[in-house]
Nanobody, 117 residues
Framework: QVQLVESGGGLVQPGGSLRLSCAAS????????LGWYRQAPGNQRELVAI???????NYADSVKGRFAISRDNAQNTVYLQMNSLKPEDTAVYYC???????????WGRGTQVTVSS
């Protein structure tokens, strides 16, 4: 079992920045990915950014150049630095852990990010 605990959401003005953190614990397989998804009201959950255990990253087109995902392997923690935030970035952000043995995904509970003036 893998557990994920997110932190760092909140209210920010357009153009502002936030950093999300997610600490993973439990039975973490050596080959895996940690990532962030988001879901706005009425929308499906979508990928924001993901980083593999080998350090490869992938971003949604809508956040490229504004968001950066990183990880601290010693702490099993993944971060999402969000800059130049827009109102359309408002959503619940979920941390994810993907086990590449079976592609099972474990989700965090989510953290609200609201971009509004």
């Amino acid at each position: 079992q893998v557990q994920l605990v997110e932190s760092g959401g909140g209210l920010v003005q357009p153009g502002g920045s936030l950093r999300l953190s997610c600490a993973a614990s439990g039975s973490i397989f050596m080959i895996h990915a940690l990532g962030w998804y988001r879901q706005a009201p009425g929308n499906q959950r979508e990928l924001v950014a993901i980083i593999t255990s080998g350090g490869s990253t992938n971003y949604a087109d809508s956040v490229k150049g504004r968001f950066a995902i990183s990880r601290d392997n010693a702490q099993n923690t993944v971060y999402l630095q969000m800059n130049s935030l827009k109102p359309e970035d408002t959503a619940v952000y979920y941390c994810s852990y993907t086990d590449f043995r079976n592609n099972d995904i474990v989700w965090g509970r989510g953290t609200q990010v609201t971009v509004s003036s």
